[in-house]
């Protein structure tokens, strides 16, 4: 039998869209809900500001890492101040890196009303279509089932047969309706989904069925974990953007593959819901996604207390004070940005008790290695908290994966 004969064509198919009753679901999801109240409440608006506009790269790393994709977390930082490697490839991977920060910049800005629905066949198509269209040549190629090359159009539904995995998705001339069937039944401002607990678990579960789906022609990872970041934006848990769903699932790649895959089967046996797929395995993997979302939040809850950021600034800047690229003083100015999120040029000198000028020079330092930042139109401008990439293994130990930070280390250390 051809691929083409057995595909999926009904959008009944998909069926469970929900699992069926768990306690220990909801039990998961309250504990979710619980955990990520307050993550930021300890942390002033700008300070969280600015550790969001520090994991924005990292989410990057990770989504693109799931997919093969390894770009150096040195190399992005370059990328952001506009520092491109020469060979086409490097480039591409830098090029892809920075897509993925400014969609996901501006899908925090989308989620913002109640109504909104993030499981809309245009907001998917919106997320696909920003990415894409700033991604290079060298990504926008693929091969399709029958060995062609084929062009992904940014935010154009397949026109051809997937797989993924052992899974053939979707008959691509029926996904409009797999789409509008996603699109309304896990709409949050649906009757049936009043409840916030039901809410999260679907999330979870809309994960796995938009994978199933593969409405692209490519790109349906990054698409499908920025879906999760807005998900969980626009539920209010993760509204600061502090922690991120991605990093837990590329720590975890083979299980989040594995339990992918595992969703993707249909029913075992009578006792195994009643849909065409397997509601036990549709139930694991919310287990696993719902665990893996709490296991990132307590994390930077833990990374984020304000006793250990002081500390961490602490070692930061012994570590610059040995090398040499700062002084002692320059720790008070950046205890008082991370507890105050910005500080007025004046304070300074205060603060550092120097004078002006050597206090400036200070804060001059700081800014060159990225930890201050000021409005450079407005020579008033308040001194702000920023947190560069390089300073990350000291600052923020063990976001990214060990081999990473000790390059990074390294580099910091002028090894
Ligand atoms: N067996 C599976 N069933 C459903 N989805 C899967 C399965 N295995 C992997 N995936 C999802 O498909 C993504 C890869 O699809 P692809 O369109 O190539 O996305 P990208 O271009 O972003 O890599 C993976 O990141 C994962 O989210
Ligand atoms: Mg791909």
Not at 174 to 183: D, Y
Request: a neutral charge; proline letters at 4%.
């Amino acid at each position: 039998m051809s691929i083409k004969e057995g595909v999926y064509r009904d959008p009944t198919t998909m069926e469970p869209l929900y699992p069926e009753h768990s306690p220990e679901l909801e039990s998961l999801a309250m504990t979710l809900i619980a955990e990520s109240n307050g993550l930021a409440a300890s942390l002033h608006p700008l300070t969280a500001h600015a550790i969001a506009d520090f994991l924005r790269p990292m989410n990057s790393y990770y989504s693109n890492l799931i997919e093969g994709h390894d770009t150096h977390p040195i190399d992005i930082e370059k990328a952001l101040h506009k520092d491109f490697a020469n060979d086409k490839k490097n480039r591409a991977l830098q090029l892809e890196a920075l897509a993925h920060i400014k969609v996901s910049e501006r899908i925090f800005s989308k989620c913002l009303t109640v109504e909104f629905n993030p499981y809309s066949t245009d907001f998917l198509k919106w997320i696909h279509q920003s990415f894409y269209d700033e991604l290079p040549e060298y990504f926008r190629k693929v091969k399709n089932l029958e060995g062609d090359e084929t062009d992904v159009i940014p935010g154009e539904i397949r026109t051809c047969f997937v797989k993924v995995g052992k899974h053939v998705a979707p008959d691509w001339k029926h996904l409009s309706a797999f789409l509008n069937r996603f699109e309304t039944y896990y709409n949050p401002s649906d009757a049936t989904n009043r409840s916030k607990i039901r809410r999260v678990i679907a999330m979870a579960a809309a994960h796995h069925r938009m994978a199933w789906i593969h409405p692209f022609v490519d790109g349906n990872g990054r698409v499908v974990r920025l879906l999760s970041d807005a998900c969980f934006r626009h539920e209010g848990l993760n509204t600061a953007g502090l922690w991120s769903m991605t990093r837990g699932l590329a720590r975890n790649e083979k299980d989040y593959k594995a339990n992918l895959a595992n969703a993707d089967l249909v029913r075992f046996n009578n006792y195994d819901g009643r849909g065409n797929l397997s509601n036990s395995m549709l139930t694991e993997f919310c287990r696993f996604y719902l665990m893996t979302a709490i296991d990132q939040v307590t994390y930077m809850k833990k990374m984020l207390g304000i006793d250990t950021m002081l500390n961490r600034i602490d070692n930061y800047v012994d570590l610059m004070v040995a090398k040499g690229l700062l002084k002692h003083e320059t720790r008070y100015i950046l205890e008082a940005v991370f507890l105050k999120g910005e500080i007025a040029r004046g304070e300074v000198e205060r603060i550092t008790g120097k004078s002006d000028k050597t206090a400036k020079a200070m804060a001059h330092s700081l800014i060159k290695l990225g930890l201050l930042r000021v409005d450079v139109t407005n020579h008033l401008s308040p001194y702000q908290a920023c947190y560069p990439i390089s300073a990350s293994p000291v600052l923020f130990p063990s976001l990214y994966p060990t081999g990473k930070e000790m390059d990074m280390l390294n580099a910091m250390k002028g090894l």
